[in-house]
């Protein structure tokens, strides 16, 4: 057989052109692959920015197409966002507010045309409180000068540092709902005053059936008049709270205030109110000092005089509401009436060992017609009206009402109003006594 010699410059030309067509092949492979790996990724990235742009098209879609209006804010308290429906409510066109301070577009005012203070402001609040701001009581001034009323809330928006970088706002036009109400109101005052015309006579036929120097009755008789007189007292007091509400609400309620000296007032006040206490077996007591919840560690008071701008009657209505309902539901323990403050603020509370009110009831109990749902409530029987009037009252002199309470341990009902210092009440009653119509000092005692 002949052999065939093979040398190792043709086996190197074969390996290398065999390694040639190999990586050439692989080439061909990966270049199909590369193009079609580029393809998917470039539907995926495709997939992605329509979903993406599907997103904001449906976004802009609601945010549009609501009849409420919406505002965005950045830090420079600059609008960024003026949906339609704020436009329709404000009267500005879209493209005139964008880029405008949100105060010369959203102006608000009170009930009486009076524009809200800077740090009132919903839009300002929520840079300095970082938690969402609702007003259900304000009044937007249009681009026409025409006072809409509205519901507000507006919402922070915050960095990964708490920082709040701007805010959304929704608000919309309660003029309809505010008419309503208003009609309400007017029912329920005319009725309520219509009512306790006969209620009164009723009640004082009753007081005459009663008495012993004008008739004459039997124990059976006198039982039953007794109970129609409790009963006729009860649908008075209701009447009353309901002709009070109304007031309440539309600003016909009657105020005098003055400048009152809180310690003596509410010292004298609670001398008054401890019979109410004693008559169910509770300590009273009243308490001159510091509160949980108020700083006092700023400041180093002796015996201090608390000065505070109000009407004496409405606030002795509010504190006596209060306590009355700490005895009713207070078993057994004690109720006390307590004083603090600082530099700002006067704080009255009235502190009880009662059951205690759950967590839920505590953010309702100052709305109208509302009570706690327990067999307490049920067997004492009320309105649902006391709670909403002392609100009322407090924010009359832009105060503030609040209740703290844990079940089974008792509840604490605070009262916070501006304090009007020793030197600016003297200076009101030296003004007051030179003929102008400033309030006067009165150190007042509870009657």
């Known amino acids: 057989m002949q052999t065939i010699e093979i040398s190792t410059t043709t086996i190197a030309i074969v390996i290398g052109v065999t390694v040639a067509v190999v990586l ?20 995926l990235n495709s997939s992605l920015a329509k979903s993406l742009t599907d997103e904001r098209t ?34 500005w066109a879209v493209d005139d507010v964008v880029g405008l301070n949100f105060h010369n577009v959203m102006d608000f005012v009170n009930n009486k045309g009076e524009a809200y203070p800077e740090g009132n402001h919903p839009f300002e609040r929520v840079f300095l409180d970082k938690k969402t701001v609702r007003d259900n009581e304000a009044y937007l001034m249009t681009k026409a000068k025409k006072q809409v009323p509205i519901t507000c809330s507006v919402s922070p928006l915050l960095d990964d540092t708490g920082r709040v970088t701007g805010g959304v706002a929704v608000f919309r036009d309660v003029t309809s709902e505010r008419a309503e109400e208003q009609q309400r109101a007017e029912f329920i005052s005319t009725a309520s005053h219509e009512m306790r015309t ?61 400048v009152v000296e809180i310690g003596a007032f509410a010292q004298q006040l609670s001398e008054d109110l401890k019979f109410a206490a004693e008559k169910k077996g509770l300590f009273s007591e009243f ?40 005895c009713k539901y207070t078993e057994s323990g004690k109720v006390s009436l307590g004083l603090t403050g600082n530099n700002d603020v006067v704080q009255l509370y009235v502190r009880d060992t009662g059951p205690g009110i759950p967590a839920d009831d505590l953010g ?51 009262i916070n109003l501006p304090r009007i210092s020793t030197a600016k009440a003297e200076e009101m009653q030296r003004e007051s006594t030179s003929g102008n119509t400033l309030p006067t000092i009165t150190s007042l005692t509870a009657s």
């Open 364 to 414: 309702h109990l100052f709305e109208k017609f509302y009570r706690v749902d327990n067999s307490a409530t049920r067997t004492i029987g009320g309105t649902g009206l006391g709670l909403f009037i002392c609100r009322k009252i407090v924010e009359l002199y832009q105060g503030r009402i609040w209740a703290d309470s844990v079940v089974g341990q008792g509840s604490t009902f605070f």
């Open 287 to 326: 308490v001159l000092g510091s509160s949980k919840n108020i700083d006092t560690t700023q400041e180093k008071v002796v015996k201090p005089l608390y000065y505070v701008y109000a009407d004496p009657d409405r606030l002795r209505e509010v504190i006596t509401n209060i306590f009355d309902n700490a």
């Open 198 to 258: 006969p209620v009164a006579a009723i009640e004082g036929y009753l007081a005459l059936a009663l008495n012993d120097k004008v008739a004459t009755i039997d124990e059976r008789a006198r039982n039953f008049l007794d109970k129609a007189h409790l009963s006729t007292q009860h649908l008075g007091k209701l009447f009353q709270d309901l002709l009070t509400s109304a007031k309440a609400e539309d600003g016909r309620l009657t105020n005098h205030p003055t």
């Open 58 to 91: 449906r976004s802009t879609i609601i945010i549009n197409g609501i009849e409420d209006g919406v505002v965005l804010f950045d830090d420079n308290k600059t609008v960024q966002l003026f949906n339609p429906g704020a436009a329709n409510i404000t009267g």
């Open 24 to 43: 050439g092949v692989a080439g061909i492979f990966f270049r199909i692959y590369l193009k079609k790996r580029t393809k998917r990724s470039a539907a």
